[in-house]
Nanobody
Framework: QVQLVESGGGLVQPGGSLRLSCAAS????????MAWYRQGPGNQRELVAK???????HYAESVKGRFAISRDSAKNTVSLQMNSLKAEDTAVYYC??????????WGQGTQVTVSS
């Protein structure tokens, strides 16, 4: 089993920044990808950013140029630096990890609220 613990959410004004972090622990043989998803009020969960083991990174169009995902493979952690935050970025953000190409794990979610 793999456990994911997220941290770093909170309340921030429009234009501000936040950094989310996620640490994976447990029996981990091979991490294939680590990602951040979000689910805003009344919306479906959507992919925000994903980093693959080979280094390829994918961003949702809505966050390109503002968010940056990074990973520490040795520590099995993934972070999301969020800059120039907008009200529409308000959501619960979830960490996601895929291991051994078939196992998928989710964090408990952390609230990000962008409001003045």
């Amino acid at each position: 089993q793999v456990q994911l613990v997220e941290s770093g959410g909170g309340l921030v004004q429009p234009g501000g920044s936040l950094r989310l972090s996620c640490a994976a622990s447990g029996t981990i043989f091979s991490v294939n990808a680590m990602a951040w998803y979000r689910q805003g009020p009344g919306n479906q969960r959507e992919l925000v950013a994903k980093i693959f083991s080979g280094g390829f990174i994918h961003y949702a169009e809505s966050v390109k140029g503002r968010f940056a995902i990074s990973r520490d493979s040795a520590k099995n952690t993934v972070s999301l630096q969020m800059n120039s935050l907008k009200a529409e970025d308000t959501a619960v953000y979830y960490c996601n990890v895929v291991t051994d190409y078939v196992n998928e794990y989710w964090g408990q979610g952390t609230q990000v609220t962008v409001s003045s």
